[in-house]
């Protein structure tokens, strides 16, 4: 069973900048496909950024330039730092863990682990 507990939420004016941590049991990141999501009041939950141990990196349109997803290994932690907030970026966020397919080189799209969600209030 995959544990995932997120930190690093908080408020924040427009143009600032937040760290997400999501801190996973066991060797997650070698096993799993990692990332983060989004749900905002009243939205749908959206994927925000995808990271499989080699390196690859997926993100949404909206945060690209602006958003980085990265994961430590040894202190089985990943990361998204999120610079120049906008309001819309406010959301919960979710970070997850999807099965690797394919030989590991792709992520099924199940997304079958989940944490608790940290909450990102961007003011303008």
């Known amino acids: 069973q995959v544990q995932l507990v997120e930190s690093g939420g908080g408020s924040v004016q427009s143009g600032g900048s937040l760290r997400l941590s999501c801190a996973a049991s066991g060797d997650t990141y070698r096993r799993y496909c990692m990332g983060w999501f989004r749900q905002a009041p009243g939205k749908e939950r959206e994927g925000v950024a995808t990271i499989i141990n080699d390196g690859r990196t997926t993100y949404t349109n909206s945060v690209k330039g602006r958003f980085t997803i990265s994961q430590d290994g040894a202190k089985n932690t990943l990361y998204l730092q999120m610079n120049n907030l906008k309001p819309e970026d406010t959301a919960m966020y979710f970070c997850?863990?999807?099965?690797?397919?394919?030989?590991?080189?792709?992520?099924?799209?199940?997304?079958?682990?989940w944490g608790q969600g940290t909450q990102v209030t961007v003011s303008s």
């Open positions: 997850a863990a999807d099965y690797r397919v394919a030989g590991g080189s792709y992520c099924s799209g199940s997304w079958p682990f």
